[in-house]
């Protein structure tokens, strides 16, 4: 089956833009995560979506927002963006008990902002 | 904050050796789990424990989740070159959020 599709896979922008990163879930999958990995402080959750809810959601400032579709795709959006927010961006999908199987990870999306 | 403590932070070993990589907590989580990422790729699950005291064997990798539920190892037999990567304990604790450890960098050389 196909896995965790992320789009697009590299990204260059400028301080002060805008951005929406996609990410379209294992056939499914009704949970979708996402994360944000950079060198210094690693994997960091950002926030959870199940049924078009947010569910839970990490320390990230408002800039930072997602939503979620009918058909579990989902997209993260970054505003006003800033040097520090050039990172690695994952999501990841789980059916709704995540934990008895584990998530499966998109290959992410490389954003730098210059 | 690191919640989940990873040591150690960096291994090189020669193919056919052993390694034990390990990933502590002060906190108490509902599921452990292991990844392996390779570069510009995303994290890959090798396994999820749940129950304390649980040990699982998947080929050369052997996982152990601690009594407690707060600690656990990652062994693996007789390296290979296939096996370098960068080793990432996760556990979850709320609906759908994983808390990462720093990661171990494993560089098996052949």
């Known amino acids: 089956k196909a896995g965790v599709t992320q789009t697009p896979r590299y990204l260059i922008k400028t301080r002060g833009q805008q951005v929406t990163l996609s990410c379209s879930p294992i056939s499914g999958h009704r949970s979708v995560s996402w994360y944000q990995q950079t060198p210094g402080q690693g994997l960091q959750f950002l926030f959870e979506y199940f049924s078009e809810t947010q569910r839970n959601k990490g320390n990230f400032p408002g800039r930072f927002s997602g939503r979620q579709f009918s058909n579990s795709r989902s997209e993260m959006n970054v505003s006003t963006l800033e040097l520090g927010d050039s990172a690695l961006y994952l999501c990841?999908?789980?059916?709704?008990?995540?934990?008895?199987?584990?998530?499966?990870f998109g290959s992410g999306t490389r954003l730098t902002v210059v | 904050t690191q919640l989940l403590e990873q040591s150690p932070q960096f291994l090189s070993i020669q193919e056919g050796e052993n390694l034990t990589v390990y990933c502590n907590s002060s906190?108490?989580?509902?599921?452990l789990q292991w990844y392996r990422q390779e570069p510009g790729e995303g994290p890959v699950l090798l396994v999820t424990v749940v129950t304390g005291g649980e040990v699982k064997k998947l080929k050369r990798l052997t996982f152990q989740f601690g009594d407690a539920r707060k600690d656990s190892s990652l062994h693996i037999t007789a390296a290979q070159p296939g096996d370098t990567g960068l080793y990432l304990c996760a556990g979850e604790g709320s609906w759908g959020k994983l808390q990462f450890g720093a990661g171990t960098q494993v560089v098996v050389t052949p």
């Open positions: 906190s108490v989580f509902s599921s």
């Open positions: 990841a999908s789980s059916t709704d008990r995540g934990w008895t199987g584990g998530y499966t």
